[in-house]
């Protein structure tokens, strides 16, 4: 089977940084993706990971570790905006399963 | 440079009425995937699609659900006989040749509400 853990709900501050972990198991890995929603919107592409070691994108930055079965989605310097559900998905041999979303509470 | 679209944005049906949901993929892009999203949940697989072939439907309810993408034309979900837990936001992804990307473009969704 496969299976995503993530947190369900983190909180912050403005100007802060949080770190949202996502730990995976699952029959074929081909890298990890994330994707942020916001609330009645459309998930949209963040970052994704094949390899281990951390990709950085402006403010956001994802990290994988393959033998651990672990990724984790960092946030730098959050806005009010950032408040989203942030999904982790493993890529397959032919589809995305996503994990359950971490909603992420940005306050001033 | 259009996206992913999807329409209708929201759909009313009665218990026990048809729901069909369109889904135009990207230009250039020939693989469509559909995932139903439950309030305050993730977004679970339902099925994927290349331009008539269905490759893999392990999400799929196995009866009222079907789901096909013809040579001309948008890709259709269809529900069957609506009942109430069918309820959800359901979202169309495409990609371009091959196996999904690494990047999944998605369309805004139709939420499906059954009153």
């Known amino acids: 089977g496969q299976s995503l853990e993530q947190p369900s709900e983190v909180t912050a501050v403005e100007g802060a940084i949080v770190q949202i972990n996502c730990t995976y198991q699952?029959?074929?890995?081909?890298?990890l993706s994330w994707y942020q929603q916001h609330d009645g919107g459309a998930p949209t592409f963040l970052s994704y990971?094949?390899?281990?070691g951390l990709e950085e994108t402006g403010r956001f930055s994802s990290f994988l570790s393959r033998s651990d079965s672990y990724g984790y989605l960092l946030l730098q310097e959050l806005q009010m905006k950032d408040s989203a559900s942030y999904f982790c998905?493993?890529?397959?041999?032919?589809?995305?399963?996503f994990g359950t979303g971490t909603r992420l509470q940005v306050f001033p | 440079n259009a996206g992913v679209m999807q329409n209708p944005r929201h759909l009313v049906r009665r218990r026990g009425q048809e729901a069909r949901l369109r889904c135009s993929p990207m230009?250039?892009?020939?693989?469509v995937y559909w995932y139903r999203q439950l309030p305050e949940e993730g977004l679970k697989f339902m099925v994927y699609?290349?331009?008539?072939?269905?490759?893999?439907e392990s999400g799929m309810p196995k009866e009222r659900f079907s789901a096909e993408f013809p040579k001309e034309g948008p890709s259709i979900l269809r529900i069957q006989q609506v009942v109430r837990g069918d309820s959800a936001a359901y979202f169309c992804?495409?990609?371009?040749?091959?196996?999904?990307?690494?990047?999944?473009?998605f369309g805004q969704g139709t939420r499906l509400t059954v009153v």
């Open positions: 992804a495409s990609s371009p040749q091959g196996s999904i990307s690494t990047e999944a473009f």
């Open positions: 699952t029959s074929g890995f081909y890298g």
């Open positions: 990971n094949a390899l281990d």
């Open positions: 998905a493993v890529r397959g041999t032919d589809k995305l399963i």
């Open positions: 230009k250039g892009h020939s693989h």
């Open positions: 699609l290349q331009k008539e072939n269905i490759i893999d």
